[in-house]
């Protein structure tokens, strides 16, 4: 079955400490996508991959960092949270031409105390 | 100004109403529009897009796109307790990224 999985679902950390968000997906698809949501508000694009060894920035500035080494796995890097970057993370993938189709994982609820 | 405005609700109906959700937006660029639903703690999934200006029906769903009014609804007949959830709209110009409203949360009573 073709799907997209993120862990942890979770996650409480103190501030300082290194994360890595982890995102896979087993439907071969091109683009992959990291969104921000806070509750109540909308999907804020935070970095995106076009293929293998291709990563952009998204329009919310963040201080994570993202790698695109196999075509199924794209995590997300934080060297130090901070309280700040308490929010969910949103992980999703599309085809290369069909990019308002986006699949999206359950999610990651990260809290930073 | 936000590039796509679309009411928080939350929006409340009985089982078997006629509900209708919308966006506005202000990027005239926009081509493609989706209407996403998000159920509690689980991703968004793609319920139907539209190019361009005009009507698409799926079931129960019917969108529909006015780009002279830069305006898009999602109808949903017969309104069933398990289309409860947030509702967003989003919207591709151009450069292929996508543009997302805030969601409007939606609550079928039965």
């Known amino acids: 079955e073709a799907d997209i999985y993120q862990t942890p679902r979770y996650l409480v950390i103190g501030t300082g400490k290194k994360i890595t968000l982890e995102c896979s997906q087993t439907?071969?698809?091109?683009?992959m996508y990291w969104y921000q949501q806070d509750p109540g508000m909308e999907l804020h694009l935070i970095h995106y991959?076009?293929?293998?060894?291709?990563?952009e920035k998204g329009d919310l500035s963040s201080e994570s960092t993202v790698s695109r080494i196999r075509t199924e796995h794209f995590p997300l890097t934080l060297e130090s949270a901070r309280p700040s970057h308490t929010s969910q993370y949103l992980c999703?993938?599309?085809?290369?031409?069909?990019?308002?189709?986006?699949?999206f994982g359950p999610g990651t609820r990260l809290t930073v105390t | 100004q936000k590039e796509v405005e679309q009411d928080p609700g939350p929006l409340s109906v009985p089982e078997g109403a006629i509900v209708s959700l919308n966006c506005t937006y202000s990027?005239?660029?926009?081509?493609?529009f989706m209407w996403y639903r998000q159920y509690s703690r689980k991703g968004p999934e793609l319920l139907m897009y539209?190019?361009?200006?005009g009507n698409k029906e799926d079931g129960r769903f019917t969108a529909q796109v006015d780009k002279s009014s830069k305006y898009i609804s999602l109808f949903i007949r017969d309104s069933q307790p398990s289309d409860s959830a947030t509702y967003l709209c989003?919207?591709?110009?151009?450069?292929?990224?996508?543009?997302f409203g805030g969601g409007t949360r939606l609550m079928v009573k039965p």
């Open positions: 999703a993938s599309s085809r290369r031409e069909h990019n308002y189709e986006q699949y």
């Open positions: 439907m071969g698809h091109d683009k």
């Open positions: 991959s076009y293929g293998v060894n291709s990563t």
């Open positions: 990027n005239s660029a926009f081509q493609y």
């Open positions: 539209t190019y361009s200006s």
């Open positions: 989003a919207m591709r110009n151009a450069g292929n990224m996508l543009t």
